[in-house]
């Protein structure tokens, strides 16, 4: 119904950027909220910006200042720009999406969304 793929991540020293990068493709007919999570090794994933399609992003305390969440909305894509990267910041990141998804002719279908996630290592 509706896939994420994203793109960008890699390795990168502390204090370096990263930018990763999130498409959204498929019977969409409207997304309502797109969004970041990480996973690290060994803990549970956790959010790290979200964006409604009509509001402001908001971040997780640890990387406000630091992380700008941008969305386009005519195009279903979600950016994560990652400066002043620290080693804690290592993880899987998942492009996340919840909306509304056409699945037969004349019905809609709400649901969330994961993309595989890409993996962010900030070495010290």
């Known amino acids: 119904q509706v896939q994420l793929v994203e793109s960008g991540g890699g390795l990168v020293q502390a204090g370096g950027s990263l930018r990763v990068s999130c498409a959204a493709s498929?019977?969409?007919?409207?997304?309502?909220?797109m969004g970041w999570y990480r996973q690290a090794p060994g803990k549970q994933r956790e959010l790290v910006a979200i964006?409604?399609?009509?509001?402001?992003?908001n971040y997780k305390d640890s990387v406000k200042g630091r992380f700008t969440m941008s969305r386009d909305n005519g195009k279903n894509t979600a950016h994560l720009q990652m400066n002043s990267l620290k080693p804690e910041d290592t993880a899987v990141y998942y492009c996340?999406?919840?909306?509304?998804?056409?699945?037969?002719?004349?019905?809609?279908?709400?649901?969330?969304?994961w993309g595989q996630g890409t993996q962010v290592t900030v070495s010290s």
């Open positions: 996340y999406a919840k909306g509304w998804a056409k699945v037969a002719v004349n019905t809609q279908s709400s649901g969330t969304y």
């Open positions: 498929g019977s969409i007919v409207s997304i309502n909220t």
């Open positions: 964006i409604s399609s009509d509001g402001s992003p």
